[in-house]
């Protein structure tokens, strides 16, 4: 079980606008940065979103990011096909065993 | 760009130890802010942190595998290294090496070596 906890799945038709949430706790999102990876199928995941709102170079604008409190989400506007894969958030857990931690990881289908 | 490159054995026997190496081209691995993590993913599940390590040897581990985890880093040949002993058929996975920073996020990752602990 993850420490974080994504949906595991999310749906929405190509066009419109999907979020994915992140929930953690103090020790996590509540105090540290979050990330988010996109994995599509049979690749490496990607980096979307860091320091909770980033952009890397060369990722769209339709990718963004936000943090409120102990949670985080993901959102994405104008879907594509290509935008079916798995996708990830991720932190520094600072609890007693502190860690880097990411959530179980949320499928999207692109109907 | 930036590129990784896993390599190491695609089969380990239960009980023995896992070595991975990841080569880094188009940029040093000495750079100035980064780390550099090994990162695992069973088949099918979710994404795990083995652990990182700086250019100047400094390293973390998972707690929940630090008894095990051995990562180096060879300046030289601009590559770094991962050894996981007493392995079980848990350890099966795919392993990614990937440029790290504090915060934490990962960029690039590398394609990623699956490994797979069977007699």
């Known amino acids: 079980q993850s420490v974080l906890t994504q949906p595991p799945s999310v749906s929405a038709a190509p066009g419109q606008k999907v979020t994915i949430s992140c929930s953690g706790s103090?020790?996590?999102?509540?105090?540290?940065?979050v990330s988010w990876y996109q994995q599509l199928p049979g690749t490496a995941p990607k980096l979307l979103i860091y320091?909770?709102?980033k952009r890397p170079s060369g990722i769209p604008d339709r990718f963004s990011g936000s943090k409120s409190g102990t949670s985080a989400t993901l959102g994405i506007t104008g879907l594509q096909t290509g935008d079916e894969a798995d996708y990830y958030c991720?932190?520094?857990?600072?609890?007693?065993?502190?860690?880097?931690?990411f959530g179980g990881g949320t499928k999207l289908t692109v109907l | 760009q930036l590129q990784l490159q896993e390599s190491g054995s695609g089969l380990v026997k239960p009980s023995q130890t896992l070595s991975l190496t990841c080569a880094v081209s188009?940029?040093?691995?000495?750079?100035?802010?980064?780390?550099w993590s090994w990162i695992r993913q069973p088949p099918g599940k979710g994404l795990e942190w083995i652990g990182y390590?700086?250019?100047?040897?400094?390293?973390y581990y998972n707690p929940s595998l630090k008894s095990r985890v051995t990562i180096s880093v060879d300046r030289s040949k601009n590559q770094f290294s991962l050894k996981l002993s007493s392995v079980t058929a848990a350890d099966t996975a795919v392993y990614y090496c990937?440029?790290?920073?504090?915060?934490?996020?990962?960029?690039?990752w590398g394609q990623g070596t699956l490994v797979t602990v069977s007699s």
């Open positions: 990937a440029r790290s920073r504090h915060a934490p996020w990962f960029d690039p």
């Open positions: 188009g940029g040093s691995i000495s750079s100035g802010g980064y780390s």
């Open positions: 390590i700086y250019h100047s040897g400094s390293t």
């Open positions: 103090s020790s996590n999102i509540g105090n540290n940065y």
């Open positions: 320091d909770n709102n």
């Open positions: 991720g932190t520094w857990d600072s609890s007693l065993s502190a860690n880097v931690v």
